[in-house]
């Protein structure tokens, strides 16, 4: 066994692959190429003597080693975002102000800590907090009401620039006791007939759920409709049925009352922060989006549930 140590390269690519769950999308994140990550993870597992990563299903699945790794990893990258922190921090000019304009389902508790993050390493900024839907957030842009906004909708724009946070897939979300939670995935077919809590056309997201329905050739009992993914969580933890969300940042408030599993087919949400695309776009509202690139990969999971205490979905 190889017991020389790893490169940081090895080690990020890695954790970007675990964190997204494709060695496609790791290597987008990291500006390389596909076969790079493959081979940095090849690397590392032959220096550390572990697998730590299975294909099924066309998907990468961790192993408990790779998951064991991360936890002592997590304390390394928390150092190295320190550091960056403390350069960005020292080039910065001090004082100023920042308005962030989010929609109610992005104004959970990760925008409020990284708000008080920024507010703890730039304590003389004035910060404004609006919640607006994306619509409006993306017009407070534009008349220069915001600084930053959020939104899963870019729409082209010349003067918006769209800053990618983070992309992940939907999950099919449950009450605790609900007997799908027997299952590693949930697909169209076990949604068959089953009550439904649907999210209202006003998103995209319906539109691309309906059509994997319609594919399949099934049809969920939509007993409610909503505009809000935080309300989703709500009605399904109250036992109105099951519905298919975007987990982030949401899923981790309703850990306690509902269970999440993939959802297959995969379908793809993409969180963009939206800035001024003026070259005088103000610091406080950059160092924000940096500080979010920076910190919204490791607080978005892909559920799992142990072999041993689920079936697995046959095609």
């Known amino acids: 066994m190889t017991t020389s140590t790893p490169s940081l390269r090895e ?17 987008d994140r990291l500006g390389i190429s596909q076969p790079a990550i493959s081979r940095a993870i090849a690397q590392l597992e032959a220096r550390i003597g572990v697998v730590l990563f299975r294909r099924e299903d066309g998907r990468l699945r961790p192993t408990p080693d790779a998951l064991a790794l991360n936890e002592e990893l997590t304390p390394v990258f928390d150092g190295l975002k320190n550091l960056q ?42 910060i404004h907090h609006e919640l607006c839907t994306s619509s409006e957030a993306t017009r407070m842009i534009l008349s220069g009401e915001a600084d930053v906004g959020l939104t899963t909708s870019p729409i082209s724009h010349e003067g918006i620039r769209y800053e990618l946070l983070i992309e992940n897939n939907a999950v099919c979300i ?20 089953q009550r439904f809590v649907a999210i209202s056309r006003v998103h995209s997201s319906r ?12 049809a969920p009992d ?11 969580c709500d009605f399904v933890a109250a036992g109105m049925g099951v519905a298919i969300i975007n987990p982030f ?64 979905i046959l095609p």
């Open 11 to 27: 080690l990020e690519a890695f954790r970007e692959t675990l964190w997204s769950g494709s060695a496609t999308r790791a290597a």
């Open 85 to 126: 922190s403390f350069s960005t921090r020292k080039r910065l000019p001090e004082g100023g102000r920042l308005r962030v304009a989010i929609p109610p389902s992005f104004g959970t508790a990760f925008i409020h800590q990284q708000i008080a993050l920024f507010a703890d390493l730039y304590p003389k900024t004035r």
């Open 207 to 218: 539109y691309i759920v309906d059509r994997v329905f319609e594919k399949a050739g099934c």
């Open 249 to 312: 940042p949401i899923l981790d408030w309703y850990s306690d009352m509902i269970v999440a599993r993939p959802f297959t087919p995969e379908i793809v949400y993409r969180i963009s922060a939206m800035l001024s695309a003026t070259p005088e776009t103000d610091w406080a509202g950059q160092a924000f989006v940096r500080q979010l690139k920076r910190n919204t990969i490791s607080t978005t999971k892909t559920p799992t549930v142990p072999e041993e205490n689920c079936q697995r």
């Open 222 to 232: 939509i007993a409610l409709e909503t505009t809000a993914f935080l309300s989703a």
């Open 174 to 193: 449950m009450p605790r006791d609900h007997p799908l939670t027997q299952y590693s995935s949930i697909t169209p077919r076990e949604l068959d007939g």
